[in-house]
């Protein structure tokens, strides 16, 4: 399936055309896909060599490659086998070759997703470092990300962004970073803080986390029966506000709405916007985290 400059491949058991065909083809005939995306289980005797090529050839080229490698545990791998009649061979050695080579090598399915999600949808707009700026209006969520950084930095605040959000926060508000709005911030508040956190030259990207359980945000879908004002179809609920302000930075920014079905329909708005939406944190660091790692290679 290509999308625009994407293209994530699925090719069944490899009964005819292998992970390294499909590789080598968008490669010497499709120059503008930037991101490859390959579920294997196993390599055909010599594939494994060819597709490790081929990966070092994207990687150098600039394009990111994300594999997900079946076959971690002795059951994952008798499947695999079972599926392709190929050998999974040892897990940790794939890991550590396929790393080699580039690839970003992921151990979940969910983080699979992640990954591609994020470079996919932030694909025009690498981050200059791996110095982040996080706005929540929770603070388990603070304390949750500051946990799982993975090899993101937290950004040292200028004393003038510290200012400014202070200006526009309720006294009880956190100004550091993480800066935790709490849930009392409304849309406009939280929208102007997530401005002022983007404009701080020490902030490379944004983690920008909406636990949305609270009436001060506009992030509903409007109700007939009347019993709430919130409308996220409005042009200035959050979502559209906060689309609003990713097209006018040039730094990526990923959202985090971390509750249930009702707000999908916000999520589905973020990111039909280009705006990749994760619903834990700790999910949006990781990727975020995996991508300023690529585009830190690729620069």
């Not at 150098?60 to 594999?67: F, H, N, P």
């Not at 059951?75 to 599926?83: D, E, M, N, R």
């Not at 979940?108 to 200059?128: I, S």
Request: glycine share 8%; with cysteine; charged share 25%.
């Amino acid at each position: 399936m290509c999308i625009r400059d994407r293209v994530s491949v699925s090719y069944g058991n490899e009964m005819d055309l292998t992970a390294a065909d499909f590789l080598q083809y968008y490669l010497e005939h499709e120059s503008g896909v930037s991101v490859f995306c390959f579920y294997i289980e196993g390599f055909q005797p010599g594939e494994g060599e060819r597709f490790l090529a081929l990966v070092r050839r994207a990687t150098r080229e600039g394009k990111a490659v994300v594999v997900y490698k079946a076959g971690m545990t002795p059951s994952g791998a008798k499947a695999a086998a079972s599926h392709t009649a190929s050998i999974a061979g040892d897990y940790q050695v794939a890991r550590i070759l396929l790393t080699e080579a580039g690839a970003l090598v992921c151990e979940t399915l969910n983080q699979f997703e992640d990954f591609t999600k994020v470079l996919t949808m932030l694909a025009d707009r690498p981050a200059g470092g791996r110095r982040v700026g996080v706005i929540t209006n929770a603070g388990f969520e603070a304390g949750a990300v500051s946990d799982h950084l993975y090899h993101l930095q937290l950004s040292d605040l200028s004393r003038e962004t510290r200012g400014k959000l202070a200006a526009v926060l309720p006294e009880i508000a956190t100004t550091g970073n993480p800066v935790d709005v709490t849930p009392m911030t409304d849309t406009e508040a939280f929208v102007k803080s997530v401005e002022i956190l983007a404009a701080d030259d020490e902030v490379d990207a944004l983690i920008v986390s909406a636990v949305p359980v609270t009436p001060s945000l506009d992030i509903l879908v409007p109700d007939l029966q009347g019993e709430h004002a919130e409308n996220v179809f409005a042009l200035t609920s959050l979502p559209n506000e906060l689309l609003r302000v990713s097209r006018q930075i040039d730094k990526p920014m990923v959202v985090v709405i971390d509750s249930g079905r009702l707000y999908d329909p916000s999520v589905t708005l973020l990111e039909r916007g280009g705006v990749p939406v994760y619903r834990k944190i700790d999910r949006a660091s990781r990727a975020l985290s995996a991508a300023t790692g690529y585009w830190s290679r690729k620069a």
